[in-house]
Every structure is written in C-alpha cells, then in structure tokens.
Nanobody, 122 residues
Framework: QVQLVESGGGLVQAGGSLRLSCEVS????????MAWFRQTPGNEREFVAT????????ITSESVKGRFTISRDNAKNTGYLQMNSLKPEDTGVYYC???????????????WGQGTQVTVSS
C-alpha cells in the first residue's frame, strides 16, 4: 500500500514563503513521478507542478511559475514544493500525488496524500 503524507502547510502573510513536504512509503519512491495539486471549496483540484522520477524534467503551472519550485530527494523518499511570494489566491488545500507520468490532470494519478491547508492572508 502506497502512502503519501504531506506536511508544512500553515498560515502565512502575502509575500511570505512555505515549503511543503510529501513523504512517500510503500513503494520505491524513485519509481514514481510526483505532483502537487491544490483545491478550494467548490472547485476541482488544480494542477500546480509535477516532476519526473529522476528529479530532472518538471512542469509548472503558469499561475505559479517563477514563484513555486517542485523538487524531490529520492534518498529521503520525499518530495517538496517551495512556495515563495505567496498570494491570497494561493490559499487552498494542497495535495501531493504519485503516478507513472508527468500528467497535469488529477485523474491520471493513482496515489494521493490527505492534503495540507495553506492559507495566505492579505
């Protein structure tokens, strides 16, 4: 059973930074791609970023490009999302996901974490 556990969310003022972590267990971490999505009430999960198995190629949403950086440390079985210059519209529940490709659509990811709340105050 693959498990993903996010951490690092919280309340931050606009312009601030947070780093989310996603620890993966139950499967060799380097065998899966990893992604971050976010969701606000009443809306579908929105793609944020995804990264390849090796940590090389990645895709970042235009809405966060230049502010958010996805990375991973296969030795620690952990993926990260560094979020800088946060805006109130970045508020939401952030989910990490593991899958088999660099997909920007949530339905193609098999494994999900429970989510971590990020709130950005103005």
């Amino acid at each position: 059973q693959v498990q993903l556990v996010e951490s690092g969310g919280g309340l931050v003022q606009a312009g601030g930074s947070l780093r989310l972590s996603c620890e993966v267990s139950g499967r060799t971490f380097s065998s899966v791609t990893m992604a971050w999505f976010r969701q606000t009430p009443g809306n579908e999960r929105e793609f944020v970023a995804t990264i390849s198995r090796s940590g090389g190629p990645s895709i970042t949403s235009e809405s966060v490009k230049g502010r958010f950086t996805i990375s991973r440390d296969n030795a620690k079985n952990t993926g990260y999302l560094q979020m800088n210059s946060l805006k109130p519209e970045d508020t939401g529940v952030y989910y990490c996901a593991a899958g088999t490709g660099l997909f920007t659509t949530s339905k193609y990811y098999t494994y999900w974490g429970q989510g971590t709340q990020v709130t950005v105050s103005s």
